[in-house]
C-alpha cells in the first residue's frame, strides 16, 4: 500500500493549482504599472497555496516515528507474526489505512498502517509499496486474530486434512484407500480408538528406517479415526530456521496450533529438528489442544531423553519391515520370495509389486538387486546424518 490518501492528494493538488496560480497572477503584476484587482485575488492564492505548504511541512516535522509504534503502544504489546505466514496474513487483510500521525507525507518516508482480520487489528511498517516490518498482531488478541485467520484457511482449503510444506498451507491428498494395513496398524487403531472414547489426548512417535511406512501408517490411522488433521513437514521449517533454530520452529509450530487448531496434529520428520527445551514446550501445548498428536522420524538416537517420556510422547511405535502377512498378500503366487523381500522396507516392496505388474516377474526379479542396492545406501546416508 502506497502512502497516499483522498484527503492528502486533494490537498498536494489544491496546493499546485494556488501556487501556479499566485505565480501567473504575479507575472501579470509585474507587467502593469497598476495592478488589477485580478492580480491581487493572485497574488492572494499564491498566499494560500504557501501556507497549505508551510502546513504540510509543520505536520511533517511533528509526525510521529512509525518504528516506535509496536515497542509500547500506549502499554499495548505486540507480536510479529512469523515470516512463513506473513503471505497468509495479507491476503486475508481488509479495511487498510494508513495512519497519517505516523506518516510525515513524504512518499519515500516509512509510514504505520493497519487493517482487519474478522475484525482483529493487524499493524505493519511499509515504505512506498514495499513492507518492511511485520506484520503485527496485539499480544491480548493473538489468540482470537489466528482464530479468525484460521477459520477462513479451512473454508478456502474445503477439506478436513491440510498440509504445511513448500507450498504453504495445502489440502493433504492423504492416497490411502489401497492400503493393505499391518497386524500392527489394526492393533493401534483399536488401541487410539480406546483412549479417545475415553476422552483422553495421547501423542505418539513413530520411528524407523526410511521407506518402512511410517508416514503411512499415521495417514490411515488418522483416516480410520476420521479424524481432521494438519501435517506440518519440519522439513520445511528445518530449511528456515536451521537445526538448531528451535525456539524459531516451537513459535512457528505454536501459531499453525493456533491458527487451526485440529484434532491431530502430525509432525512429519521430527528429527530434522532439535528436540530442545522450546520444541518439548509445544509438545506440552499441542497435547492440551488436540485430541491425538502423531511424529515420525528415523531415528531416535538424537533426540533428548526428556522429548521420549510420556507427556511428550505417550507411545514410541517401532515400525521396522513389513509383517509377514502383508507381506505374503503384496506378492500373493510368488510366496517363494517373501524370504529375500522381507529385510526390505515397505516403499522397496511396494515399488517390486509395481514393476512386477508392468514389467512382468521375471524383469522385476532381475531388479531386486538393484533395490536391495539403493535400500543399503539410504541406510548408510541415515547412519551418517544421525551420527554427525
Not at 125 to 133: R, S, T
Not at 291 to 318: H, W, Y
Not at 345 to 358: I, L, Q, S, T
Request: proline share 4%.
Amino acid at each position: 500500500m502506497r502512502p497516499k490518501t483522498k484527503r492528502r492528494d486533494r490537498t498536494q493538488r489544491l496546493e499546485r493549482y494556488l501556487t501556479l496560480a499566485g505565480e501567473a497572477g504575479s507575472i501579470a503584476m509585474s507587467l502593469r504599472d497598476k495592478p488589477t484587482p485580478l492580480d491581487w485575488i493572485g497574488v492572494a492564492l499564491r498566499a494560500v497555496g504557501v501556507l497549505i505548504k508551510v502546513n504540510a511541512e509543520r505536520r511533517g516535522a511533528i509526525a510521529k516515528n512509525p518504528w516506535n509504534y509496536f515497542d509500547d503502544h500506549a502499554g499495548e504489546l505486540w507480536t510479529e507474526v512469523p515470516t512463513e505466514f506473513h503471505r497468509l496474513i495479507f491476503e486475508n487483510l481488509a479495511e487498510c489505512a494508513i495512519d497519517e500521525a505516523y506518516w510525515d507525507g513524504d512518499a519515500g518516508s516509512p509510514y504505520l498502517c493497519r487493517g482487519v482480520v474478522g475484525g482483529e487489528v493487524v499493524g505493519w511498517i511499509g515504505e512506498g509499496d514495499a513492507v518492511v516490518d511485520g506484520p503485527y498482531v496485539l499480544c491480548a488478541r493473538e489468540a482470537q486474530t489466528y482464530r479468525a485467520l484460521g477459520e477462513r484457511v479451512w473454508q478456502r482449503i474445503g477439506g478436513r486434512h491440510v498440509l504445511f510444506g513448500n507450498a504453504g498451507l495445502v489440502l493433504d491428498p492423504f492416497g490411502v484407500d489401497d492400503v493393505r494395513p499391518t497386524a500392527q496398524m489394526r492393533e493401534l487403531e483399536t488401541r487410539m480408538q480406546r483412549f479417545l472414547d475415553a476422552e483422553l489426548a495421547r501423542s505418539y512417535l513413530f520411528a524407523g528406517p526410511p521407506g518402512t511406512g511410517k508416514s503411512l501408517a499415521i495417514r490411515w490411522l488418522v483416516r480410520r479415526l476420521g479424524l481432521g488433521s494438519v501435517r506440518i513437514d519440519l522439513g520445511v521449517l528445518a530449511r528456515l530456521h536451521g537445526y538448531h533454530g528451535s525456539q524459531s520452529v516451537a513459535t512457528s509450530l505454536e501459531t499453525l496450533l493456533q491458527l487451526l487448531r485440529p484434532e491431530v496434529m502430525i509432525l512429519d520428520d521430527l528429527d530434522r529438528v532439535a528436540a530442545s527445551g522450546p520444541l518439548l514446550h509445544f509438545l506440552e501445548i499441542a497435547l492440551r489442544t488436540c485430541q491425538i498428536v502423531m511424529a515420525s522420524a528415523n531415528c531416535t538416537d538424537k533426540m533428548m531423553g526428556a522429548a521420549l517420556r510420556p507427556g511428550r510422547f505417550d507411545e514410541i511405535v517401532r515400525v521396522d519391515r513389513l509383517d509377514p502377512e502383508v507381506l505374503r498378500g503384496l506378492l500373493g503366487d510368488d510366496a517363494d520370495l517373501c524370504e529375500r523381500l522381507a529385510p526390505l522396507p515397505a516403499a522397496y516392496v511396494a515399488e517390486f509389486v509395481k514393476r512386477r505388474r508392468v514389467l512382468g516377474k521375471d524383469a522385476a526379479i532381475d531388479e531386486i538387486a538393484d533395490l536391495e542396492r539403493r535400500c543399503g545406501i539410504v541406510a548408510e546416508k541415515t547412519e551418517a546424518e544421525n551420527d554427525a
